[in-house]
């Protein structure tokens, strides 16, 4: 099964393609150009290279959450536009379980995955890497880090940070006292190739989805929205 990821969570956008677990290409950008820009071109570029087309791919998986509202919107629609008209299976995968994939070869090692989702709080999920296979230790999270801090502050086995709020979160636990090292760079951010690595055991076991049942996964309120609300309590609260 050939397999296209698209990862566009954050700052850096990714495109990949994997076939039965052989990573066949990968495109990689972190410049700071809009993912609207760069997304769809990259995947097309990566796919024409490969000799292939879209007509080739047998499924399409996406990063759907958490992660920039813009940038899991921007990723979801091009995932949706792809398989649609081909009426493609999708897949949608957790960011922090994808960015995790980057360092599941390591032996008995706590995963920190981490995003800066402002407001003194990260995106997080924790992984046991058990030598190729992660083993997940609490959910998908928008969570502070304090709060972090003291779930690991008894965590006695090796803890590693990654993700593109890794150094945040480092320094924030190395603050409070909790032993920790900082995932090296070309380890650390949201790939694709974690994507396609966590649709390919979604895929085992028949968990797809159609083009138009993708939906991302925020973990809480955006500002236009918590500004609403607050407007609304507000007039509720005159009256």
Same mark, same amino acid.
């Given at each position: 099964?050939?397999?296209?990821?698209?990862?566009?969570?954050?700052?850096?956008?990714?495109?990949? +393609?994997?076939?039965?677990?052989?990573?066949?290409? #990968?495109?990689?950008?972190?410049?700071?150009?809009?993912?609207?820009? $760069?997304?769809?071109?990259?995947?097309?570029?990566?796919?024409?290279?490969?000799?292939?087309?879209?007509?080739?791919?047998?499924?399409?998986? *996406?990063?759907?959450?958490?992660?920039?509202? $813009?940038?899991?919107?921007?990723?979801?629609?091009?995932?949706?536009?792809?398989?649609?008209?081909?009426?493609?299976?999708?897949?949608?995968?957790?960011?922090?379980?994808?960015?995790?994939?980057? +360092?599941?070869?390591?032996?008995?090692? *706590?995963?920190?995955?981490?995003?800066?989702?402002?407001?003194?709080? *990260? !995106?997080?999920? %924790?992984?046991?890497?058990?030598?190729?296979?992660?083993? #997940?230790?609490?959910? /998908? #999270?928008?969570?502070?880090?304090?709060?972090?801090?003291?779930?690991?502050?008894?965590?006695? #086995?090796?803890?590693?940070?990654?993700? /593109?709020?890794?150094?945040?979160? !480092?320094?924030?636990?190395? /603050?409070?006292?909790?032993?920790?090292? +900082?995932?090296?760079?070309?380890?650390?951010?949201?790939?694709? *190739?974690?994507?396609? =690595?966590?649709?390919?055991?979604?895929?085992?076991?028949? %968990?797809? $989805?159609?083009?138009?049942? +993708?939906?991302?996964? !925020?973990?809480?309120?955006?500002?236009?929205?918590?500004?609403?609300?607050?407007?609304?309590?507000?007039?509720?609260?005159? =009256?």
């Amino acid at each position: 099964m050939k397999i296209l990821g698209l990862e566009s969570s954050a700052k850096s956008a990714s495109v990949a +393609l994997m076939e039965d677990g052989k990573l066949l290409a #990968r495109s990689f950008q972190n410049t700071g150009l809009t993912h609207s820009r $760069t997304l769809l071109p990259m995947a097309e570029a990566m796919l024409q290279n490969c000799e292939l087309g879209i007509a080739d791919v047998d499924a399409v998986a *996406v990063a759907v959450g958490p992660g920039s509202f $813009t940038g899991l919107r921007i990723g979801i629609s091009a995932a949706k536009g792809l398989a649609w008209a081909r009426e493609l299976p999708c897949i949608g995968v957790s960011t922090l379980e994808a960015m995790a994939q980057n +360092l599941a070869h390591l032996e008995n090692t *706590v995963l920190v995955c981490a995003m800066d989702a402002r407001r003194s709080q *990260v !995106y997080n999920a %924790l992984f046991l890497a058990k030598g190729g296979t992660l083993q #997940r230790l609490c959910p /998908d #999270r928008a969570v502070s880090l304090a709060a972090v801090a003291e779930d690991l502050r008894r965590e006695h #086995r090796a803890k590693i940070v990654v993700g /593109d709020g890794a150094v945040l979160c !480092y320094n924030a636990l190395k /603050d409070a006292g909790v032993s920790c090292a +900082l995932a090296q760079e070309a380890l650390r951010m949201q790939d694709a *190739v974690g994507v396609c =690595q966590c649709a390919e055991a979604a895929a085992r076991t028949g %968990l797809f $989805t159609a083009a138009q049942d +993708l939906q991302p996964v !925020y973990l809480r309120l955006s500002q236009a929205e918590r500004e609403r609300l607050a407007k609304e309590q507000q007039r509720t609260s005159l =009256q």
